[in-house]
């Protein structure tokens, strides 16, 4: 049985090139919508991670019909398997993984730093190897921007360096600095590509004056847009908002804002009102896959013994029918007795409510009750459960 919610789709028509347009604020939040040839994202927008052409245990039509507009595919994991020219000859990302909609794609800066073996990071890019089969590579801004046009992706990520935190000052210096020079080199190789766009990455660690200097730079190359790297990598939440707080105003107001690798439904809800647009993270499809569910009640185990003769659905009020079509009793045996089909329910109750909060979000922004709808939505958590 395939799992299909119907949720509403963008009513606002792709476009021949890249636009943004803001529809309504509500203080530095944003509501809008990214238009592009193959469709548009509305913002704002969480985008299922799709690392190596396929979000784990969905099929595509499913990711859609949850409420997905554009999912994240990587460069790194892309490149080594199964190689980017063999999806360029196959016929494209979007064709080889049957997903006909806008796919952003990660640079691969990030995996090649947690991920790799034996890397060397000089000017020219990063040497490492496969962390697959120990086989040698280079990635360079021209490289990676390379790859991610063989790919054919949407929305193409610059090169940069993503260093860990905390880490000191002249650490995250030299890497801010960098990250700019290898953003120039990825905006000449990138070149132009109506319809596509090109993000740089603002980083600075936790450093204030750092990540002011990285947004300026960035936004005086005139990209299409602009994402905050080198947060969710092991700060507080605190520190993460204060720098989006720091970065956000020295950011073009008509260009969209990408959060990367953020995060749990309160890091999106608090960094939606601090005037982020698009959001990325494993959490949702990773925490399926080990019994863990996010809902309007908070999050649960379903590995806990006291689901198991709970006949209750997870959520009749939710719009997967994975979350209101099976008891937590059917659920908790499938999670206990490791079955495939319960990380595939799963994953699809929590990319369901992640995309219900972002429609959540987006409406109340309309609506200029961001702060009520924050507000209930926390206190649902922090409730619980009706006894």
């Keep these: 049985m395939t799992v299909q919610p119907q949720l509403s789709q963008p009513e606002t028509a792709a476009t021949t090139d890249f636009t943004f347009h803001v529809a309504a604020r509500d203080g530095a939040a944003r509501t809008g919508a990214i238009s592009m040839p193959r469709?548009?994202?509305?913002?704002?927008?969480?985008?299922?991670?799709?690392?190596?052409?396929?979000?784990?245990?969905?099929?595509?039509?499913?990711?859609?019909?949850?409420?997905?507009?554009?999912?994240?595919?990587?460069?790194?994991?892309?490149m080594l398997r199964p190689g980017a020219e063999r999806v360029a000859r196959l016929g494209g990302l979007h064709k080889f993984m049957n997903w006909p909609h806008p796919i952003l794609t990660d640079s691969g800066g990030f995996q090649v730093m947690s991920l790799s073996q034996l890397r060397k990071l000089t000017e020219e890019g990063v040497t490492f190897r496969s962390h697959i089969d120990g086989s040698k590579h280079v990635l360079s801004p021209e490289r990676s921007v390379e790859i991610q046009n063989l790919l054919g992706s949407d929305i193409v990520m610059q090169l940069d360096e993503c260093v860990a935190l905390p880490c000191e000052d002249k650490v995250a210096e030299k890497a801010m600095r960098l990250s700019l020079r290898w953003a120039e080199r990825c905006k000449t190789a990138f070149g132009n590509h109506p319809g596509r766009a090109l993000f740089g990455i603002v980083q600075g660690g936790a450093v204030p004056h750092l990540r002011v200097e990285s947004a300026r730079e960035l936004a005086a190359m005139d990209l299409k847009g602009y994402a905050v790297g080198g947060l969710a990598v092991g700060e507080p939440q605190e520190i993460m908002l204060a720098m989006i707080e720091t970065v956000e105003p020295h950011l073009?107001?008509?260009?969209?804002?990408?959060?990367?690798?953020?995060?749990?439904?309160?890091?999106?809800i608090q960094s939606v009102a601090r005037g982020i647009d698009m959001f990325d993270c494993v959490m949702p499809t990773r925490?399926?896959?080990?019994?863990?569910?996010?809902?309007?009640?908070?999050?649960?185990?379903?590995?806990?013994?006291?689901?198991?003769?709970?006949?209750?659905?997870?959520?009749?009020?939710?719009?997967?029918?994975?979350?209101?079509?099976?008891?937590?009793?059917?659920?908790?045996?499938?999670?206990?007795?490791?079955?495939?089909?319960?990380?595939?329910?799963?994953?699809?109750?929590?990319?369901?409510?992640?995309?219900d909060l972002m429609a959540g979000l987006r409406a109340a922004i309309a609506q200029g009750r961001l702060a009520d709808f924050i507000a209930e939505t926390r206190e649902g958590w922090e409730r619980g459960e009706p006894a």
């Excluded at 008509?254 to 690798?261: A, I, N, S, T």
Aim: net charge positive.
């Design 39 to 78: 469709g548009v994202i509305r913002t704002p927008a969480f985008m299922p991670v799709g690392t190596a052409a396929t979000v784990k245990g969905m099929y595509p039509e499913q990711v859609r019909a949850l409420g997905a507009d554009v999912v994240l595919g990587n460069t790194y994991h892309l």
């Design 287 to 355: 925490a399926g896959r080990h019994g863990q569910i996010f809902t309007r009640f908070g999050r649960m185990n379903l590995k806990n013994a006291k689901f198991a003769e709970d006949t209750r659905p997870v959520d009749e009020q939710s719009s997967c029918p994975a979350a209101n079509g099976w008891s937590r009793a059917y659920l908790h045996h499938l999670v206990k007795a490791e079955e495939m089909l319960g990380k595939m329910l799963l994953t699809s109750v929590n990319l369901a409510y992640y995309q």
């Design 252 to 268: 073009p107001q008509e260009k969209p804002r990408y959060l990367m690798g953020v995060g749990t439904p309160d890091d999106i």
